[in-house]
């Protein structure tokens, strides 16, 4: 998404949003659907008997505890994990969450029952993990495409090989826009990136004006809504959060949330995608992507709808037609992610609604999706 319809959005939701939190009165959402900002769709609770046990090595030594099977992905180990290959792993006791890794591929794990919620650097995930035995697993997916580990599969031996992942040259520092007055509490996060790649200037006033847009943005909604007529300690919240879903072959892909809170039931969520050619610091588009299949707007029209017809979460049977031009998406390993913002098409207690595809269902057998950049 190009920044001026990135803007655009962003104003257009942020009314729609706010008008939605301070006049619906809407429920707020099961203890199942848990987030560190706003609400995201839990997925379907599965059922927690494994497949066989798969053995699973970091740079070819052994976990020495198995990982599963089920829900067409491998589940494996965090405590046994970390211990194997010194990827840091914290526990906070007053939360009860664990923090496996550094920013910027830093896990949340969040444990509820048998499933366990996680958040990429402070950015929700629709899938979840599992307590099993009570050891917390983590889904082989999530750590490939969020938290820098590459993992291959061998059938014969029924073992995953793990090890870092390949970098491109770019290192990642956070940057902080954090305060505490006037009934205002702001706690922003952005990266910045450090390299030889020329991009990278570009990229970083890209960043970092997104995350003063916000700030500016929640300033103008405080001084029009004044004080909080409540009773209650509430006060004006900012927290926006960030994660790297992609930074190899050219590209880099952020997806940014920005969670404000300006009283009502609940607060709101807007997210973005942001997808960099990292020698020239320009957005890349999805058709520039996909373009050796220049019919693939109706493949992905297709299974959208599909979904949402599954799922009954359209707010308007017939709301959602196309994904149009300029889609909201980021990129992850092997394809990417198409996304809608609360309300767009769905209720609040639907979340961000997202949708996952391969590039090697939509692309002639061979092709690079990012040949050319």
């Known amino acids: 998404m190009d920044m001026q319809h990135a803007k655009q959005t962003w104003n257009k939701t942020t009314k729609m949003v706010t008008a939605a939190v301070l006049t619906a009165g809407l429920l707020l959402p099961s203890a199942a659907v848990v987030g560190t900002h706003g609400v995201y769709a839990a997925s379907a609770t599965a059922s927690t008997k494994a497949a066989a046990n ?6 070819g030594k052994a976990l020495g505890a198995n ?7 491998t589940y494996v180990p965090v405590k046994a994990l970390s211990k194997v290959s010194g990827i840091s792993l914290t526990y906070d006791k007053t939360s009860g969450w664990y923090t496996l890794g550094t920013s910027p591929n830093t896990l949340v794990l969040s ?9 990429a650097n402070g950015v929700g995930l629709q899938s979840e993990g599992r307590v099993v035995g009570g050891s917390t697993y983590v889904p082989l997916s999530v750590l490939r495409d969020y938290a820098g580990i590459d993992g291959v599969w061998n059938a014969s031996t029924r073992t995953v090989a793990l090890k870092p992942s390949a970098k491109q040259g770019i290192k990642v520092a956070e940057k902080v826009i954090k305060s505490t007055d006037n009934g205002t509490v702001i706690d922003i996060r952005y990266p910045q990136l450090s390299g030889d790649a020329a991009g990278i200037p570009a990229i970083n006033a890209a960043l970092k004006k997104h995350a003063e847009d916000f700030l500016n943005d929640f300033k103008a909604q405080v001084k029009d809504f004044g004080p909080l007529d409540d009773d209650r300690d509430m006060h004006y919240e900012a927290d926006g959060g960030y994660m790297i879903a992609y930074n190899r072959d050219g590209l880099l892909s952020v997806v940014t ?14 997210q973005t995608g942001y997808n960099f050619n990292i020698k020239t610091g320009k957005e890349v588009t999805l058709d520039q992507l996909l373009k050796a299949n220049p019919n693939y707007m109706s493949a992905v029209d297709k299974k959208i709808a599909a979904q949402f017809k599954k799922d009954g979460s359209l707010l308007e049977p017939d709301g959602f ?17 198409i996304f809608f913002q609360q309300y767009e098409y769905t209720p609040y207690a639907a979340g961000i609604p997202s949708f996952d ?7 002639p057998k061979g092709t690079n999706p990012f040949s050319g950049l």
């Not at 444990?111 to 958040?119: D, H, N, Q």
């Not at 300006?262 to 969520?269: I, K, S, V």
């Open 54 to 59: 798969v053995k699973v090595t970091w740079n």
């Open 257 to 270: 949330q920005d969670y404000s809170f300006y009283g009502g039931a609940h607060g709101g969520t807007l």
């Open 321 to 337: 037609k196309t994904i149009g031009k300029d889609p909201s998406f980021y990129v992850k390993n092997g394809g990417f992610t």
């Open 357 to 363: 595809f391969d590039f090697a269902s939509l692309l």
């Open 67 to 73: 990982a599963f099977q089920a829900a067409g992905d």
């Open 111 to 119: 444990p509820y029952g048998s499933e366990v919620w996680i958040g």
